[in-house]
């Protein structure tokens, strides 16, 4: 078959010498184009970009021309019995020709492009920044495409039969396949899975548009009608395969089990009634997984888009929201969906709000109101409804970095610069809903980056994590400064009532609301972060050692789970210290990978069922 | 091998068109077979499956004792084609050609296809799509010929030729046959010379074959005869009528099942004042058979 294959690869090359002139002739033309007394500034670069453009231009013409041409001509003009008639395999003579055909492509490429890159030099790396592999496989798969694909299109064209209706519907039924296989992933913002899954799913479809034509071949013959139906069976099937195959694995990454999974955060609804485990599976090539757990009994949901887009949960702990693409036809627009845990047999709801992938929102206490900002647009509705309660513009030059309700009424907007520089300032608004109106009521000194802020349950101070000053929630003005330096920007903390709390090495610092101290409670020793708040008067610290629950009416350490990383996420999107229940049933990960649970009072451990 | 070609049951439907229709026919080594047939009787479909270029809805094409299509590629290396359309890409020159089929068959005879160019006066250097109709069946001839076939298929090869190339063309043929013993597989509307060489004959009419018959045979039971009285005499002689027509008061017809002691008897018995026969030429004969004038 290779000398077969040979033969006929030598007859079409041969065939092509005037294309190759053709190209010759052509990579003369940038140097003329630089000679034109008005491109002579910058000659090369002149020669460089005008290479470029015609080498691209005539390398994709040519694709798109042997495509169309390479058997398709043949087939139209009754030629296709020449080779037939001779002993040859259709195998030998598709590859014959698919070579030729390449080989032409790379030559004429090279004959335009090279004198210009040479010529070029330096420019020509200005001129195409992309220079480099990607940009050569990119063309490349460009290149290939167009020849492969358009050689089938031809054929599918050329056959005049009904069967092109089913070559468009089986080719939709492609395209939203992928597009289903795809879109968890890309929903999930999973897409160091997605790009490499599309490129092999591309590179898959290359294939079998480049391996198909020989079973057209085989089952045609000299007939166009049978060469399309060939065609169109082996394309089909070869693609449906791929789909299956690439379904299959991306059905396999989506499934890891909770057992074996390598713990990344576990966050939790303050009643302890839910958690969300949240992690990566080594068995499924480290894909990010979550479920959503009833620690008591361990009944799980697998969340089908992991690491929900921007989840909140409400104070009371009974409503969740999040957003997610609701159509792979629409993914510039994110939709909110609401779960509402108190429901016997809670499910996703989707809400008729929607939002971009740069907005925020922020979920009311209760979980009855839902603040979005959007660009500069800060607006209120009502869940699951979805009714516009109110809306207004901010006024300030700042992005919004967080929003929540300082009342149920009332939205406090809190505005930063992303960037890290010295002398940044935040803004703080606010929206009443009653009035609709929004005002600006601050411009606060945050020093040189926004590392978030933490608020009481009435929202009238806060606590700046980045130079832990105490500030008035509304007016920014400064109350006072942390006297001690916790050992992180996280080991400080404001609890719900306005207590403040610090930890430092071996020593929790209490504070009362106007940063008087009040308490100093040895702590284990390292380094802590405050994660929460269990009752009143409890605080939940985490270090390398474990989880520490220190009792601010005892002035005590209340127990400490070793080894265990529990609940609790450092940048909590919502402004108020997170708060367990009394009797709340505690999630952790024991080092290295064991789910366990523990009783909020005693801390008395126990494995997570499973 | 016992037959050169053997179709059993052969049937090509293009949608919803029969074009060959349970065709059977067999063709002995050595023999020339011609298939005649009208424009659209699917003469040309029956030859791409016979090559193996067209797979059959049924029944089965084979080739010097292989299945066509599953073996196209091992038998082409025995079969010569010449087609009835010049399917050469135009652009190759004759010489390239010649050198393109020199590097897929295995007894390939460069020195008798140089004779043949020589001989028809085409230049190695011409390119394909320039020449003449009557130039392409011949350079497509010395093609089919230099592979030193065992079996020739000439689709149509004088369709398009002047007399001249025609009588050129039957020359080569017959001569190679002469020298080789080479099985020859032809469709023609040339009836005239196909006459002097065919061992055999098929005619297809609507995608049936309708007839397969030596040569000699056939000649022999179909006569065209005149007598002075009504049809009816004929079939009271038991004679098969093909074609049937008024000769002044009496009758003309042409009858597949002549015997020459059933029409003295039939001619003794009617008294008839005139009563004569003349044999058919093949033309004649088609006619009669299909029906209609013109092959």
Redo the contacts between chains.
């Keep these: 078959m290779i000398?077969?294959t040979m033969?006929i690869a030598m007859?079409e090359l041969?065939?092509r010498v005037r294309l190759f002139w053709m190209a010759a002739a052509l990579a003369l033309v940038p140097f003329a184009i630089a000679a034109v007394p008005t491109a002579r500034g910058n000659r090369p670069l002149t020669i460089a970009v005008a290479a470029g453009v015609l080498g691209l231009a005539f390398v994709f013409g040519v694709a798109l021309a042997l495509g169309v041409s390479v058997i398709g001509r043949?087939l139209a003009e009754?030629?296709?019995?020449?080779y037939?008639?001779?002993?040859?395999?259709p195998a030998a003579l598709w590859t014959g020709k698919a070579i030729a055909s390449l080989i032409t492509i790379a030559s004429v490429a090279l004959i335009v492009i090279l004198p210009g890159r040479l010529a070029g030099a330096q420019a020509w790396s200005g001129a195409w920044a992309g220079e480099g592999r990607p940009l050569v496989s990119l063309l490349t798969a460009i290149a290939l495409s167009l020849f492969f694909g358009t050689h089938a299109l031809a054929t599918m064209v050329r056959s005049r039969s009904v069967f092109i209706a089913f070559d468009f519907v089986l080719a939709v039924l492609a395209v939203v396949s992928i597009l289903a296989i795809l879109m968890p992933l890309v929903v999930a913002s999973q897409l160091e899975f997605a790009r490499p899954l599309l490129k092999a799913l591309g590179a898959s479809v290359l294939v079998v548009l480049a391996c198909a034509p020989m079973w057209q071949l085989a089952?045609g013959?000299?007939?166009k009608?049978?060469n399309h139906v060939a065609l169109s069976k082996a394309l089909w099937s070869g693609i449906a395969v791929v789909i299956l195959v690439a379904a299959g694995y991306a059905t396999w990454l989506r499934s890891a089990p909770l057992p074996g999974l390598k713990i990344n955060a576990i966050e939790q609804t303050s009643g302890g009634r839910r958690v969300f485990i949240m992690g990566e599976a080594p068995s499924r090539r480290g894909f990010p997984t979550e479920f959503i757990v009833d620690p008591v009994t361990g009944v799980r949901d697998r969340v089908s888009t992991p690491g929900w887009r921007q989840r909140r949960l409400s104070d009371d702990g009974r409503v969740t929201a999040w957003t997610e693409a609701d159509s792979f036809l629409k993914f510039d627009r994110l939709r909110l969906y609401v779960r509402n845990f108190d429901e016997v047999r809670s499910a996703n709801e989707a809400t008729p709000i929607t939002l971009s992938f740069v907005g925020n929102f922020a979920l009311s206490p209760d979980g009855t109101r839902v603040a979005t900002a959007e660009r500069d647009t800060i607006a209120v509705y009502e869940l699951p409804s979805g009714r516009l309660i109110a809306a207004a513009k901010s006024t300030s030059e700042w992005p919004v970095r967080q929003l929540f309700f300082a009342t149920r009424d009332v939205v406090r907007i809190i505005g930063a610069d992303y960037r890290e520089r010295p002398g940044l300032t935040m803004s703080i608004e606010e929206l009443d809903v009653r009035s609709r109106r929004l005002t600006k009521s601050a411009e606060v000194a945050i020093g040189s980056r926004y590392r978030g802020a933490v608020t009481s349950d009435d929202a009238s101070r806060m606590l700046l994590r980045q130079t832990f000053t105490v500030v008035d929630g509304r007016t920014g003005d400064a109350i006072a400064v942390l006297p001690v330096k916790p050992s992180s920007y996280y080991s400080a903390a404001m609890l719900r009532d306005g207590t403040l709390v610090a930890a430092t090495e071996g020593v929790m610092h209490v504070f009362d609301r106007d940063v008087k101290p009040s308490r100093e409670i040895n702590i284990p020793p390292g380094k802590h972060v405050v994660t929460g708040q269990i009752g009143e008067s409890a605080v939940m610290l985490q270090s390398k050692a474990g989880v520490t629950v220190v009792d601010l009416a005892r002035g005590a350490v209340r127990y400490t789970v070793p080894n265990v990383k529990g609940p609790g996420v450092f940048w909590s999107p919502s402004l108020r210290l997170l708060r367990y229940a009394d009797d709340a049933v505690m999630t952790g990960v024991e080092r290295p990978a064991k789910l366990v649970t523990w009783d909020a009072q005693t801390g008395k451990k126990r494995d997570l069922p499973m | 091998m016992s037959t050169a070609i053997e179709a059993s049951g052969v049937t090509i439907r293009y949608g919803r068109k029969t074009a060959v229709d349970d065709v059977s026919l067999s063709v002995q080594p050595g023999s020339v077979y011609a298939l005649l047939g009208r424009n659209g009787s699917g003469k040309s479909s029956l030859i791409r499956a016979l090559l193996g270029q067209l797979r059959t809805d049924r029944g089965s094409a084979n080739l010097l004792g292989e299945d066509a299509w599953t073996h196209r590629r091992r038998l082409m290396d025995r079969v010569g084609v010449v087609p009835e359309e010049a399917d050469a890409p135009p652009e190759m020159r004759v010489g390239e050609l010649a050198w393109f089929s020199s590097r897929l068959y295995s007894r390939w005879a460069q020195n008798a296809f140089d004779e043949r160019m020589d001989r028809f006066g085409i230049a190695q250097r011409a390119r394909f799509g320039e020449l003449s109709k009557g130039q392409k069946k011949q350079v497509s001839l010395a093609l089919a010929l230099a592979i030193r076939p065992e079996l020739i298929v000439l689709d149509d090869p004088t369709l398009g030729l002047d007399v001249v190339a025609r009588k050129s063309l039957f020359e080569e043929v017959i001569a190679d046959m002469a020298d080789r013993g080479l099985t020859v597989f032809i469709t023609t509307h040339d009836l005239g010379p196909v006459e002097a060489i065919a061992d055999r004959v098929g005619i297809l009419k609507d995608g049936r074959l309708v007839l397969d018959e030596d040569v000699e045979t056939l000649k022999a039971r179909f006569r065209r005869i005149r007598v002075s009285s009504q049809p009816a005499v004929l079939a009271e002689a038991n004679l098969v009528t093909a074609s049937v027509r008024r000769w002044g008061n009496g009758t003309e017809a042409v009858v597949s099942n002549y015997d020459d002691l059933q029409f003295a008897r039939m001619r003794d018995a009617e008294e008839l004042t005139a009563a004569d026969v003349t044999p058919l030429s093949l033309e004649e004969i088609f006619i009669a058979v299909t029906g209609e004038a013109g092959a």
Excluded: Q, Y
């Design positions: 000398h077969d033969v007859r041969r065939e043949d009754n030629r296709l019995s020449f037939f008639a001779k002993p040859l395999s089952g013959r000299t007939d009608r049978r």
